[in-house]
């Protein structure tokens, strides 16, 4: 650990001190946007100076506009929003992969989901925050709000709606919670095998050169009040993220956190190897009943999730429950009929496992499709999740843990594709808004949305891939990745924490 808190250190330091990308400037972020969902950054409309009176002429006052002032009602479902999302980590996911291992590895499953968590949130207001949601350039942002700097309680962040902020601070813990349960995601994939240290140094490496780049080209925008007239549109438009610019539809984050996440797990579960004894030893999970525990937490704490991410308290916020509702229950029904039909018995940890491709399928469609395109993302996700963490399990050869790439990264993947299918207002959804006509736009191309979401798609399969790719590899340099051989089969709750979960 004490190498571990030394590399840190310094790779803090270095991060620091790097050099600003681009311009530097203060930017406040704001939410998915519906012509290209992104969760925008600078909001605040630009206060125009007054033109110089004729030298003739008395100078007239002139009284500026009043700044939007944050509605009470938006901050505190925001507010909720953001525990729930904590929810969704600690207990949800940490109970969910918890009760999936060997009663040997469940504190081990804990620690790490839960510390992981307290890592990055310090990494987020640390430079998070500022690299993904202030402007830079089209992949990284800037250093402006490094520690939060320049911000107070009367900052505002802005929303999907022009004159609408909320205040910066909500919208800084909000973004927190995505980008600390994104790095946990990635735990399932190497349970059972992996040192303590040598987690918590992937998991910065990998938030700071994947999950933040990501986050900036999927979701970074100058805000809905730039959009005034097509000139200034397409100047606000070129100061955004790539994909972005590219017009790829992400409502709370199928690219940023799924597949992300389930990239990096795959590529993970290659580098660091199989468990000793995988497909020769039973490696059941030792508690579905905390699994089950810990799958309806997600379920709760998912509305935080998706729901949040609209920034307001809409009849778009409650649109996004709904399909939220319907998708996961969908999900559920799909997988267990599949399951059934395959496997002769449905079983309770297919119809949990079926509820998160559900939610995970869901995540980026939210707040673009209807009800009905939402029960058939579902129906889609439960059955071919179930393929995932099978059939392509098998084909891929890997030993992912807790199936995160079969559920997160298959899912996110018929989620992203999906959206730009059911988006469409011919089948129920809600269509490509445009915030200089302030209208739906007319004219919507399934086939020319799908391609911009399959190049999101892509593009974060290579991006986090790539960096997943190096950043095991300088952790098992410096560290190295796995346990030795007996701490392994002794499991890790003792021989890395000198605890064990149950007493008997």
């Known amino acids: 650990m004490k190498k571990l808190i030394a590399l840190l250190a310094l790779f803090g330091a270095c991060s620091l001190a790097a050099p600003v990308i681009a311009q530097d400037k203060p930017a406040a972020p704001a939410a998915a946007a519906k012509a290209a969902e992104a969760k925008p950054a600078d909001a605040k409309p630009a206060e125009t100076a007054p033109a110089a009176p004729a030298a003739t002429a008395p100078a007239a006052a002139v009284t500026p506009a009043p ?153 970074f925008w100058s805000g809905p009040d730039a959009f005034t007239d097509v000139a200034a549109a397409e100047k606000a438009t070129a100061t955004a993220g790539w994909l972005f610019q590219k017009g790829a539809l992400d409502f709370a984050g199928g690219t940023v956190v799924h597949i992300n996440a389930g990239v990096a797990a795959l590529v993970g579960a290659y580098v660091i190897g199989k468990r000793i004894g995988y497909n020769k030893e039973a490696m059941t999970p030792h508690s579905l009943t905390l699994t089950m525990v810990g799958a309806s937490l997600l379920w709760v704490g998912w509305f935080g999730f998706n729901v949040g991410s609209n920034l307001e308290a809409t009849g778009t916020a409650a649109l996004v429950f709904v399909n939220t509702l319907v998708a996961t229950a969908a999900a559920a029904l799909s997988w267990l009929f599949f399951e059934n039909m395959f496997k002769g018995r449905p079983s309770m940890l297919g119809a949990a496992s079926g509820a998160v491709a559900g939610l995970v399928a869901i995540t980026p469609a939210c707040g673009f499709v209807g009800p009905m395109g939402a029960i058939v993302l579902g129906l889609v996700a439960g059955a071919l999740c179930l393929w995932g963490v099978s059939g392509l399990k098998r084909m891929l050869g890997a030993d992912d843990s807790l199936d995160v790439f079969g559920v997160h990264g298959v899912g996110g993947i018929i989620g992203a594709l999906g959206t730009g299918v059911f988006a469409a207002p011919a089948l129920g959804g809600v269509g490509i808004y445009d915030y200089v006509a302030n209208k739906t736009a007319p004219d919507y191309s399934i086939m020319g949305q799908l391609m911009i979401q399959a190049t999101g798609v892509i593009t974060t399969i290579v991006w986090s891939g790539v960096v997943a790719y190096i950043a095991y590899k300088i952790v098992d340099m410096v560290i190295g990745l796995r346990v030795p051989e007996e701490d392994e089969r002794e499991g890790l709750d003792v021989t890395s924490h000198g605890e064990t979960a149950y007493h008997v």
């Open 67 to 219: 700044a939007p002032v944050p509605n009470k009602g938006d901050t505190a479902w925001m507010i909720v929003a953001t525990v729930l999302v904590i929810l969704m980590t600690i207990p949800g996911l940490a109970l969910f992969y918890g009760g999936l291992v060997r009663a040997k590895n469940m504190l081990s499953v804990l620690m790490q989901v839960f510390v992981t968590f307290c890592l990055i949130s310090v990494l987020w207001v640390f430079y998070g925050y500022s690299i993904a949601f202030t402007e830079g350039n089209a992949f990284f942002g800037g250093f402006s709000r490094l520690f939060l700097a320049g911000m107070n309680a009367d900052s505002t962040a802005a929303t999907f709606s022009k004159g609408v902020v909320i205040p910066e601070y909500i919208y800084v813990v909000f973004q927190l919670t995505f980008a600390a349960i994104t790095p946990c995601l990635i735990v399932g994939a190497f349970a059972e095998r992996v040192k303590f240290s040598a987690v918590l140094l992937f998991m910065a490496l990998w938030f700071t050169f994947a999950y933040l780049p990501i986050a900036h080209m999927v979701w």
